[in-house]
């Protein structure tokens, strides 16, 4: 199986719901048979208290009551998700929802209680099966405690800010992945661009359905390169659309690397995933924000929640080494070409959008700013000109849009909650003289 197809179960198991429950089915299978077998040697000092008819209607409630839990949680799942989606962004859906584990494991508890229980009443005849039963009736109260846990956390899980703190969680992880390395200065993280002057010895196109490129094996892709003592340029970003005929490799040098390895390194599928896409998790979170922002929602303050990791995403990613888009090999050769976004793209990112749909709303003006201040206080040096830019876009947005000077000044003033949570000066009293003395409490 080549890189790609392993990159891709793993992505599809990740997020994929029913494969908990479909191991649960397996364990049954193994636990019911252990159990059966190990039945006539384990002895019990209390007899069982109730008799074959007791037995039977304590199995059916078991039965009854987890197959309901089952149906109502996919139900009320489905239906989560509709409404999710349709308030936040659909992405949440396979990036947040459906890879839930606590999810997966209490719906895989419910279907393995259910199936116990089904092979105990199974095997309940003249005697009853003690152990067997005993287990069933534990797994039944496990299961009552895991569905009134389930409703509590998905309430919880489906809040707005759960949803934006998981996501962005998650994005910090995968920034931490791609660039472990910590910016030391600029010349470290600014690329040379190096690319070979002459054109391409070879180009390999892209066959296949239409797909979003997920990952990259950056580590085989630079092997590649050194056995052939060739330079490989992948033409698409990770995130990237790609449509069948398209490039997807530039080579440059006599021998080329071999078409089909070079493939089998590239991971495609239908919509953009976390692993290694650096901006996807700004993607998403700027989505909630702008949805938020729409005259048919109009919740600004989700935005402002939305705001606030932003703000922890891109300080944190502006404080690493973003690296380059060229690889050298130890000997300073340049060997792989790949296109990576830079501290320019996570800013436009971060704040074109929402500073677009957002201006207009104070408690959006005023975070944004809260949000460039505390940027221009923090990062490196060279981290500041592009925040110094979208700062300047933001004051002339700002003078566009407000009449009054008063809203105006109310909009230009910095807030970390957008609204009453701002750190202004102690006001200024006049003396009676005109001059203006320092205002002193009483």
Not at 54 to 79: A, H, K, N, P, Y
Not at 342 to 367: C, H, M, P
Request: charged residues 20%; proline residues 6%.
């Amino acid at each position: 199986m080549g890189w790609n197809r392993l990159y891709s179960l793993k992505s599809y198991i990740k997020s994929s719901l029913w494969l908990v429950p479909f191991i649960a089915l397996l364990f049954y299978l193994l636990a019911i048979r252990t159990v059966s077998l190990l039945e006539p040697w384990l002895g019990w000092i209390e007899p069982w208290p109730w008799g074959t008819d007791g037995t039977q209607r304590l199995l059916e409630t078991i039965v009854t009551m987890t197959l309901t839990f089952v149906v109502f949680t996919f139900g009320s799942l489905l239906v989560a998700i509709q409404i999710a989606g349709g308030q936040l962004t659909p992405r949440i859906i396979a990036t947040t929802l459906l890879s839930d584990n606590a999810i997966r494991l209490t719906v895989g508890l419910f279907t393995f209680t259910l199936l116990f229980a089904t092979g105990a009443l199974i095997r309940l005849e003249a005697t009853v099966p003690q152990t067997i039963v005993e287990i069933a009736a534990l797994l039944g109260f496990l299961s009552i405690t895991a569905f009134l846990y389930l409703i509590d956390y998905a309430a919880r899980l489906l809040r707005p800010v759960s949803i934006v703190l998981r996501v962005s969680e998650e994005g910090r992880a995968v920034i931490e992945d791609v660039y472990p390395a910590m910016a030391k200065a600029e010349a470290d993280t600014v690329a040379a661009h190096l690319r070979p002057d002459n054109e391409p010895d070879r180009v390999i196109l892209y066959r296949g359905r239409p797909a979003i490129v997920l990952a990259v094996n950056k580590s085989r892709l630079l092997a590649q390169a050194e056995k052939t003592r060739s330079v490989i340029e992948l033409v698409p970003r990770i995130g990237d659309f790609v449509a069948s005929g398209e490039p997807l490799f530039r080579l440059y040098g006599i021998l080329s690397p071999d078409e089909d390895k070079l493939k089998s390194l590239i991971a495609f599928g239908p919509e953009r995933t976390l692993e290694q896409d650096a901006t996807f998790a700004f993607r998403i979170i700027v989505d909630i924000a702008i949805k938020a922002l729409s005259k048919a929602i109009n919740d600004p303050t989700t935005a402002v929640l939305a705001i606030d990791q932003l703000q922890r995403l891109l300080c944190f990613v502006g404080k690493r080494d973003l690296g380059k888009e060229e690889i050298f090999n130890p000997a300073g050769e340049l060997r792989l070409i790949c296109r990576t976004p830079d501290w320019e793209d996570f800013v436009k990112l971060t704040f074109s959008e929402i500073r677009l749909y957002g201006a207009e709303n104070f408690q959006i003006a005023r975070r944004l700013r809260a949000v460039l201040e505390y940027g221009l206080q923090v990062l490196p040096e060279f981290r500041r000109p592009a925040l110094e830019t979208e700062m300047a876009l933001l004051d002339r947005s700002l003078a566009k849009i407000y009449e009054f000077p008063e809203d105006l000044e109310l909009a230009r003033t910095a807030d970390t909650q957008g609204l009453g949570g701002s750190k202004s000066l102690p006001p200024k009293a006049q003396s009676a003289t005109g001059s203006v003395t320092p205002f002193r409490p009483l």
